[in-house]
């Protein structure tokens, strides 16, 4: 038996299901076991096509992609009339968006492909992955340019500044480094340890912004290649099929994207995250803490974790003394750990604003800044002082996330620790009102070893992935303004992927049949059958 592992009960299966059976309860729509044999037999189509999807978004990188006022691309003759020709422009900003859709498919179409994840599913899955992220491992950064702040951090700490005290705009010629100079007087959000990695970058490069940023993408691919080892793992513990949740949490372009060709440190964070938790799942208690808390060390948010992760070393049946002492030594081990940490440098415990003090304001598309806006537009239409409700919405949102976290600290099955954890982390990200396209990435490894359900909540997942793909492909466009443009680059790349989901929602045979054609639900099935029996029954009469 598993600390917290679902061996037990799992959302998606009965008390001692076998992998088998939890798998089956998790198939594709369109996967059907009488044609899984001639549809493994083709994987390999959607794993070229996504090959194909990257190799585009790499070449439409070079033209629309983040490249730092710095570095010495930008006087090469191929990027000069990617970047400024009116042709060069839109032809980089159609490859980029129709590239990235055709991943999307390809993702999708791998799901099906794979029909009942028996076999070698999980060695095509990791092929998948590994196929889709080499060209986005050379592209120029797209959809953020976070990469090269971390450069300029890396260079305070060198210099012997704090980054938790002042942001980059403390530099000499800090411009040049590429970071986007809304932030560049903000303080930085990551821990101790991402400061050592980002100054150890910078030492070796001397903050030369392209070799820095294929740094910062090898050190994001430590964090891809533990999750690509350990979600198979963790998802096993709980009776759930490990190729269906790494397709799920790694193979997804979203993923991809933001951790490979963006290079966000946030893959570091997941990947020691779910590492950890798959150590602590296993009894092996100190090593998941020492692993989660470097994750903390990279960026924060993973804090959340700590008091699963004593959950599952209290063990069940433990009285509420143990629970708390547990609880203690977890947090006196992980903060002790990140104090002794903060003495290099001096950076001491700076990292502990990032919590108590997060960034202002909120994002439109976050259920709350989505909320919040229609309510202060009601409240002002009927001369109420909207803005004022629209601030307590808001607020009312982030304290339910933490009443939601106590609730699933105190309460439920031993058994089920991971997917509480899951849950919270979920509660935390969707009812902030900042939410950035990676952030869902933070929680959904968890949820996948856990189970994803065939219905709506991997249709959840699928209107999710592709709303922030069509999202970045057009908000993060690097184009000069004295370029000019037949269509505003934003709005071609827009339309582009507008039109390309409408295929994949309508048109295409294949994917259409995820959200359109998606078959019932077995309680669908049988509350169909028992209308149709009475029904019959009423005309027999």
């Given at each position: ?441 933070w929680f959904l490894p968890f949820l996948a070893v856990t189970g994803i359900r065939n219905d709506w909540q991997i249709r959840s997942l699928y209107v999710g992935v592709t709303f922030f793909v069509v999202f970045g492909a057009q908000d993060q466009l690097s184009v000069w303004s004295f370029v000019e443009l037949p269509i505003d680059a934003s709005s071609l790349a827009f339309v582009t992927a507008l039109l390309f989901t409408f295929y994949l929602l309508f048109l295409d045979v294949h994917t259409r049949k995820l959200l359109i054609e998606a078959k019932p639900s077995d309680s669908a099935r049988r509350a169909l059958h028992w209308v149709r029996a009475q029904w019959r029954g009423i005309r027999a009469r």
């Amino acid at each position: 038996m598993t600390a917290g592992g679902s061996h037990l009960s799992t959302s998606e299966s009965s008390p001692g299901p076998s992998k088998k059976t939890a798998a089956a309860a998790v198939l594709p729509n369109s996967a059907a076991p009488d044609s899984a044999p001639p549809a493994k037999r083709r994987v390999y189509i959607a794993t070229w096509q996504g090959f194909l999807g990257a190799l585009m978004m790499f070449v439409g990188s070079i033209g629309t992609g983040w490249i730092a006022n710095g570095s010495p691309m930008i006087r090469q003759p191929v990027v000069i009339a990617l970047r400024t020709e009116g042709w060069g422009v839109t032809l980089s900003t159609v490859l980029l968006t129709v590239g990235a859709m055709l991943l999307m498919r390809s993702w999708l179409r791998l799901g099906q492909r794979l029909g009942d994840w028996s076999g070698p599913s999980l060695r095509s899955v990791v092929i998948a992955i590994s196929a889709w992220s080499l060209p986005l491992l050379l592209a120029v950064p797209i959809f953020s340019r976070d990469v090269y702040a971390y450069t300029g951090q890396g260079r305070l700490v060198m210099e012997g500044q704090n980054p938790y005290n002042v942001g980059i705009s403390t530099l000499n010629n800090w411009f040049s480094l590429g970071a986007d100079p809304a932030w560049a007087e903000a303080r930085t959000p990551y821990g101790p340890y991402f400061l050592w990695l980002a100054r150890g970058v910078v030492g070796l490069t001397g903050a030369q912004p392209d070799v820095s940023v294929l740094l910062f993408r090898l050190l994001a691919g430590v964090g891809v290649v533990l999750c690509v080892i350990y979600v198979p793992k963790l998802a096993e513990l709980h009776g759930i099929n490990g190729a269906r949740a790494l397709w799920i949490a790694v193979a997804n372009p979203l993923f991809l994207i933001s951790f490979v060709a963006s290079a966000h440190n946030d893959a570091l964070v997941v990947g020691l995250a779910v590492a950890g938790v798959y150590f602590a799942a296993t009894k092996r208690y100190l090593m998941g803490i020492l692993l989660v808390t470097a994750s903390i060390g990279i960026k924060p948010i993973t804090v959340l974790l700590l008091p699963f992760i004593g959950v599952m070393w209290a063990g069940p049946g433990a009285s509420w003394t143990r629970k708390f002492l547990i609880w203690g030594a977890t947090a006196g081990i992980s903060f002790g750990v990140l104090a002794v940490s903060g003495l290099p440098y001096n950076l001491g415990m700076g990292w502990v604003w990032a919590i108590m003090d997060p960034t202002p304001g909120y994002t439109g598309y976050s259920p709350s800044g989505f909320l919040g806006q229609q309510v202060e537009f009601l409240g002002n239409v009927l001369g109420l002082p909207g803005g004022t409700f629209a601030d307590l919405l808001r607020t009312g949102m982030k304290w339910t996330a933490i009443a939601l976290v106590l609730l699933l600290m105190f309460r439920g099955d031993y058994s089920r620790a991971v997917r509480r954890m899951a849950l919270a982390f979920t509660a935390v990200v969707m009812l902030s009102p900042i939410i950035q396209p990676w952030y869902i990435l933070w929680f959904l490894p968890f949820l996948a070893v856990t189970g994803i359900r065939n219905d709506w909540q991997i249709r959840s997942l699928y209107v999710g992935v592709t709303f922030f793909v069509v999202f970045g492909a057009q908000d993060q466009l690097s184009v000069w303004s004295f370029v000019e443009l037949p269509i505003d680059a934003s709005s071609l790349a827009f339309v582009t992927a507008l039109l390309f989901t409408f295929y994949l929602l309508f048109l295409d045979v294949h994917t259409r049949k995820l959200l359109i054609e998606a078959k019932p639900s077995d309680s669908a099935r049988r509350a169909l059958h028992w209308v149709r029996a009475q029904w019959r029954g009423i005309r027999a009469r």
